[in-house]
């Protein structure tokens, strides 16, 4: 699934390509995809404003605060191409662009969605509303007071936190596990038990991680591509993430998996302690 780096990165990519062009026509529109309504009759004249990020949301900004909000979930992929060519395969979306080019959103999977929203309707929509704060601007006192909970005494394991939306925006999977490891925490750790001190260890080695992430155009495991088509490197540096039994590049000693939150979770048993 897309994270944070990965969406940052195909917003760069589109917002010089995009950024005061109007959308002329949708000669193509899934209904599977669209959340509330009929998205081509809003859209149609309109000029896109500007191309922006929250969380693993990718918004295009229309006029009068409007935003239309991309979730690419899994395999969900954004890009342009000249306009008047058939879609090709999985693509659900086309929006033909006044300088001859065309947005398409394609989606093997298809639980990627789009809508239209206003900002009274954003504000309203609970997945957006319920978002925590972005990362890569967290000091460390807003970080252990949202990570501790309201009484401080938080037992859930760190990773669980770090991949609930509701905490921090954007990080999943793969940005957990990588952060983790170079902060040395055992991704089970309870968080009430990560003194203060792992814990600023832990915001610098998140906020590394994904500032190297996005420098590298996210991390292409199976389907991401950049908007211009282009693979992510990051998974060239991968510690720990989908290297299980694999030697630590660290000690040496084998990656080990387990399931946290739902998610297979890869961590060294030697370098990373509760």
């Not at 807003?142 to 921090?168: E, P, Y």
């Not at 940005?175 to 003194?195: G, K, M």
């Amino acid at each position: 699934m897309p994270e944070l780096p990965e969406v940052e990165t195909i917003a760069r990519g589109l917002r010089p390509l995009l950024t005061g062009r109007t959308v002329t026509g949708v000669p193509h529109i899934a209904a599977h995809l669209v959340k509330g309504g009929d998205l081509a009759q809003k859209v149609i004249g309109r000029t896109i404003r500007g191309v922006s990020r929250r969380g693993k949301l990718l918004f295009l900004n229309f006029p009068d605060q409007d935003v239309m909000a991309f979730h690419l979930r899994m395999t969900g992929r954004l890009g342009l191409m000249p306009s008047g060519l058939p879609p090709a395969l999985h693509v659900h979306l086309l929006l033909n662009l006044d300088d001859g080019t065309a947005l398409y959103f394609q989606d093997q999977r298809k639980f990627g969605t789009c809508g239209l929203f206003s900002s009274e309707e954003l504000e309203r929509w609970p997945f957006y509303r319920d978002l925590g704060p972005e990362p890569l601007g967290l000091d460390l006192e807003t970080f252990a007071r949202r990570i501790s909970g309201k009484n401080g005494r938080n037992k859930a394991r760190i990773k669980a936190l770090l991949l609930d939306q509701r905490i921090i925006a954007g990080i999943g999977n793969i940005y957990a596990d990588e952060s983790l490891f170079r902060a040395a925490i055992h991704p089970a750790t309870p968080t009430n038990r990560i003194v203060p001190e792992r814990l600023a260890r832990l915001l610098d080695s998140l906020q590394s991680v994904l500032t190297e992430a996005i420098a590298a155009g996210g991390s292409s495991i199976r389907d991401y591509r950049t908007a211009a088509g282009l693979v992510g490197t990051f998974q060239n540096t991968f510690q720990v993430y989908g290297r299980g039994g694999l030697p630590c590049k660290q000690c040496g000693t084998p990656i080990q998996t387990a399931k946290i939150a739902g998610r297979t979770t890869c961590f060294c048993p030697s370098c990373q302690t509760i």
